[in-house]
């Protein structure tokens, strides 16, 4: 109800007259029922104004006072009632009296004469505009009772058929009226409830959709700054060449590395070049052929951007050598990561290329490469010469006296350290070349144990060193050369470190009641210990401990590189665990089966 109180007076106050809105402003919450009261007082008072016109018949004075006074009572009433807090079928009292002051004002002047009869259809279309259909029988039996109201009123006045068909046909004719006045008013406020209910709707969505303009431009400025910061950090980066496209291809972003990679100037390149531009065109249509199947001449600079991205564009991106062209003709090798840059919806804006300049890198490989295969053929071939000439010397016919034999000892021991020194640098080359690799077989371990405690028991029994070993048969899939060669070095090392009267302990202990689940082979002794501050280098290539460089300890520090090689390549682990002047303890760890 108080809804309904409220949107009458809205619409009286922005949807009226200039002279009802300036009304509204001083009628209060109701000034709705205040309004649709005035225009039978303003008639009402016309014809209180007619009476003054000399030979306008008046019956009865008192009953024209009356109906004066029920008139402006029912005005007073509609004003200072609070209408807005009560159902809105008491409003009908409000029209009822002024079909009573209608009556009064009737019989007062003439009775069935009175030519102010009419003045009741504006409470019965006030009565009409109600909801629901009580007004429309409140109106019959109102207006009925005005027609009648001089018989009512005085008992001096018959009633006769000329009454009766009056009141009859009077009362006929506002039924219709109020009919249609109710129809027409129910779809009036049916459309006023839709246009309200719209207007509501309408200012609803106009709340949503400056909520999302907000949102909008906070998006927009949120991602206007990310890609500023974005922007400041690729320009900052100076090692690295990051160049950003669009999704055909056009540079957009140039930071200082690839300014001082390809000598090119920001200005010369953001919106002038494709990426495809600083690359060698053989190169990039040798990959579209191979990715395309498609040996056709190149048309589109499309299709080379093409070539290039297609990896990161199938979601797999790549990371591989490139060759790029930079402004002075030079020709330098990158390592190129392709990244797409794309949208929520998965469209893609462009990419980002990240260029590494290993043109030293991979020279370098190339003189590794070719330092393996100096070492192989120059170095490992002569040796393995001499030490066939020893062993001919050694077993041959001729007799050879004491002496002979131990420069002839003497040179074979050099020339075998030679030769480990030789195959250690090989499989340290391997390694690094990725090219290391292993053959499982089904093995003892405990067998590799012993046979290396057996072929270093000499070498312990000349540096003073008991060498002790637990070795419990344990079988597991392992290449045997490359594990004896594993624990060859950690068992030679440990009694190298390990002064006179000291301990060497080699141990395998099986994973499991089975011993057919993996191993732990533990080398463990009482030397000089190794710093902590060095474990985590001990197994780099050429990393030699401190305590060995100050007790001058001949080695070249590829023993424990080598090691970790091998038990890398079997899925294993190496665990180094030390104590400066108490002693080191190496364990490896195997699977049961080296990972496929």
């Not at 199938?314 to 003709?329: L, M, N, Q």
């Not at 401190?546 to 091998?566: D, F, N, Y």
């Amino acid at each position: 109800m108080t809804e309904l109180w409220s949107n009458e007076r809205t619409d009286l106050i922005t949807m009226g007259s200039r002279y009802l809105r300036r009304l509204a402003r001083h009628l209060g919450p109701d000034g709705g029922v205040v309004e649709r009261q005035l225009p039978f007082v303003g008639v009402f008072l016309v014809a209180l104004l007619t009476l003054l016109i000399p030979g306008v018949k008046v019956a009865s004075q008192t009953e024209v006072v009356i109906a004066a006074l029920i008139t402006v009572g029912q005005l007073v009433l509609a004003r200072f009632l609070p209408w807005g807090r009560w159902p809105e079928g008491r409003q009908d009292i409000l029209p009822i009296l002024q079909l009573l002051a209608v009556a009064f004002l009737r019989t007062g002047t003439g009775g069935p004469g009175s030519a102010y009869t009419t003045l009741v259809f504006f409470p019965v279309i006030t009565l009409a505009s109600q909801r629901g259909r009580r007004g429309i029988v409140l109106s019959a039996l109102g207006v009925a009772g005005v027609v009648l109201s001089p018989v009512l009123l005085s008992p001096a006045v018959p009633l006769t058929v000329d009454t009766g068909v009056r009141t009859l046909f009077v009362t006929l004719v506002s039924v219709v009226v109020a009919a249609t006045v109710h129809e027409i008013t129910a779809r009036l406020r049916a459309r006023s409830n839709a246009l309200l209910s719209l207007q509501m709707d309408q200012a609803v969505l106009l709340d949503r959709a400056r909520a999302d303009a907000l949102s909008l431009a906070r998006v927009a400025d949120q991602r206007r700054a990310a890609r500023d910061a974005l922007v400041s950090v690729i320009d900052s980066a100076t090692e690295q060449a990051i160049i950003a496209t669009d999704a055909s291809g056009m540079v957009e972003v140039f930071n200082a590395g690839a300014e001082r990679l390809l000598g090119y100037g920001q200005g010369e390149v953001v919106g002038r070049m494709r990426l495809t531009d600083f690359h060698d065109k053989a190169e990039l249509e040798a990959r579209r052929s191979l990715l395309f199947a498609d040996d056709s001449p190149v048309d589109n600079p499309q299709a080379l951007v093409d070539a290039l991205v297609a990896p990161a564009l199938a979601g797999r991106p790549e990371v591989r050598d490139w060759t790029y062209v930079a402004r002075d003709d030079a020709r330098m090798t990158v390592r190129l990561a392709v990244t797409r840059r794309s949208e929520s919806d998965g469209t893609t804006t462009g990419y980002v290329v990240v260029a590494t300049d290993v043109t030293s890198e991979r020279e370098a490989a190339r003189l590794q490469d070719e330092f393996v295969s100096l070492v192989s053929h120059e170095l490992r071939t002569p040796l393995t010469s001499v030490l066939g000439y020893l062993e001919l010397l050694t077993d041959g016919t001729d007799p050879l006296t004491e002496e002979q034999r131990e420069y002839l000892t003497v040179i074979e021991r050099n020339a075998r350290r030679q030769l480990r020194l030789v195959g250690d640098l090989l499989l340290s080359a391997q390694v690094d070349a990725g090219r290391f690799s292993i053959a499982p077989q089904r093995i003892d371990v405990a067998d590799i144990v012993r046979a290396s405690v057996e072929a270093a028991t000499p070498v312990a029994d000349a540096a003073g060193v008991r060498l002790d070993a637990s070795a419990v048969p344990t079988l597991l899939d392992g290449d045997p050369v490359r594990l004896a060669q594993a624990v060859d070095n950690l068992v030679s090392n440990a009694i190298k470190f390990t002064p006179s009267g000291g301990t060497v302990r080699v141990a395998v202990t099986p994973h499991g009641p089975h011993a057919s689940g993996g191993a732990d082979i533990v080398v463990a002794d009482t030397g000089i210990g190794i710093p902590p501050d060095e474990l985590s280098q001990l197994t780099t290539r050429f990393f030699r401990a401190s305590t060995a460089t100050r007790r001058a300890i001949p080695g070249v520090g590829l023993g424990l590189s080598i090691t970790k090689a091998v038990v890398d390549a079997h899925g294993g682990t190496l665990a180094i665990t030390s104590t400066l002047g108490e002693g080191t303890t190496f364990t490896i760890t195997l699977l049961a089966t080296p990972p496929g």
